[in-house]
């Protein structure tokens, strides 16, 4: 019988002992569990790329209207991503996969460090796609190549991958000066449609705002949510879970029998949790290892010292 709070419980103690017994482990993360690696969130103040609302070119539209400004921007987050390191949160949860043989995460994440950091594919999945998967823009064209790393993906996308000194802003973060002039035709074209002799733009391979999620993914994932055996914890790590459907496994885990254990800086993320669930005012890499240790002891983190 858990203990009686009038709020989430905060006892990292009482998390073990929880975690120690729980056989099904479902986890949500969100852009929390990347920032300690460097990655901008995007979200709420300083959500700005350059003069623009970030989340206003994560759309179809403004592709179409401005592809080369839409392609920059995520030309530059493709260079920030492969820059980046997984931090120890990354490792501590792919080491709880390899541990927990049935364990489920979804991340709206693109940025592909929870890969990197050696997370089972087969207990991920990517809600909002991969930023290093290109695919055509032409909805009848099914071109998709996953996992380009290229660093720029194009010379005509080279200003998005320059580096500079800490001390020094990026000409193309600067929003005082233009950005680059690039010409349709210089941007990544999709080859089996440019075959066919039709023009038709490579894409990033994220979901946008107003597009629908793979529904092969999504089939997965609530089959592993309705099976029999319930889940015992739900992890909702550096993410509001504000937004459909990620917003609706929080309720679809507490009908499964499940206690929330919300890991998150932001104490408005605590809000809708009772006194059966956790709350971990932490950033994720700080507090993860902490939770997870008396199942996965301390995980090696390359170029850390033990």
Same mark, same amino acid.
């Given at each position: 019988?858990?203990?009686?709070?009038?709020?989430?419980?905060?006892?990292?103690?009482?998390?073990?002992?929880?975690?120690?017994?729980?056989?099904?482990?479902?986890?949500?993360?969100?852009?929390?569990?990347?920032?300690?690696?460097?990655?901008?969130?995007?979200?709420?103040?300083?959500?700005?790329?350059?003069?623009?609302?970030?989340?206003?070119?994560?759309?179809?539209?403004?592709?179409?209207?401005?592809?080369?400004?839409?392609?920059?921007?995520?030309?530059?987050?493709?260079?920030?991503?492969?820059?980046?390191?997984?931090?120890?949160?990354?490792?501590?949860?792919?080491?709880?996969?390899?541990?927990?043989?049935?364990?489920?995460?979804?991340?709206?994440?693109?940025?592909?460090?929870?890969?990197?950091?050696?997370?089972?594919?087969?207990?991920?999945?990517?809600?909002?796609?991969?930023?290093?998967?290109?695919?055509?823009?032409?909805?009848?064209?099914?071109?998709?190549?996953?996992?380009? /790393?290229? #660093? =720029?993906?194009? %010379?005509?996308?080279?200003?998005?991958? @320059?580096?500079? +000194?800490?001390?020094? $802003?990026?000409? /193309?973060? #600067? =929003?005082?000066? %233009?950005?680059?002039?690039?010409?349709? @035709?210089?941007? +990544?074209?999709?080859? $089996?449609?440019?075959?066919?002799?039709?023009?038709?733009?490579?894409?990033?391979?994220?979901?946008?705002?107003?597009?629908?999620?793979?529904?092969?993914?999504?089939?997965?994932?609530?089959?592993?949510?309705?099976?029999?055996?319930?889940?015992?914890?739900?992890?909702?790590?550096?993410?509001?879970?504000?937004?459909?459907?990620?917003?609706?496994?929080?309720?679809?885990?507490?009908?499964?029998?499940?206690?929330?254990?919300?890991?998150?800086?932001?104490?408005?993320?605590?809000?809708?949790?009772?006194?059966?669930?956790?709350?971990?005012?932490?950033?994720?890499?700080?507090?993860?290892?902490?939770?997870?240790?008396?199942?996965?002891?301390?995980?090696?983190?390359?170029?850390?010292?033990?």
């Amino acid at each position: 019988m858990p203990r009686a709070y009038h709020r989430p419980c905060t006892d990292i103690a009482e998390f073990q002992r929880l975690l120690k017994h729980s056989d099904r482990v479902l986890a949500l993360c969100g852009a929390g569990l990347s920032a300690a690696s460097g990655l901008p969130t995007f979200r709420g103040a300083g959500g700005l790329w350059r003069n623009h609302q970030a989340t206003s070119l994560a759309t179809p539209e403004a592709f179409k209207k401005d592809p080369a400004l839409v392609w920059l921007f995520y030309a530059w987050r493709r260079h920030m991503a492969l820059q980046a390191k997984p931090n120890a949160g990354h490792y501590a949860l792919a080491e709880l996969a390899k541990h927990n043989k049935d364990f489920m995460c979804l991340t709206q994440n693109v940025d592909g460090l929870s890969q990197r950091a050696g997370h089972s594919p087969d207990m991920l999945r990517m809600l909002h796609g991969n930023i290093f998967d290109v695919k055509c823009f032409d909805k009848e064209c099914d071109y998709i190549e996953p996992n380009n /790393l290229s #660093d =720029p993906l194009c %010379p005509a996308l080279a200003p998005a991958s @320059e580096r500079y +000194p800490a001390d020094q $802003t990026m000409p /193309l973060l #600067d =929003p005082t000066k %233009p950005t680059p002039k690039i010409k349709r @035709e210089d941007l +990544p074209h999709c080859p $089996t449609c440019k075959a066919a002799g039709k023009t038709s733009l490579l894409r990033p391979g994220i979901v946008w705002f107003g597009e629908a999620l793979d529904s092969d993914m999504l089939k997965e994932v609530d089959a592993w949510v309705a099976k029999p055996r319930g889940i015992d914890i739900m992890l909702v790590i550096g993410t509001a879970a504000a937004v459909y459907p990620a917003a609706g496994y929080t309720d679809a885990a507490r009908k499964k029998g499940a206690r929330i254990a919300v890991i998150n800086p932001d104490r408005s993320a605590q809000k809708g949790l009772t006194s059966r669930d956790f709350y971990f005012e932490a950033d994720a890499a700080e507090i993860l290892p902490k939770l997870f240790e008396g199942i996965i002891g301390k995980p090696e983190i390359p170029g850390q010292a033990a």
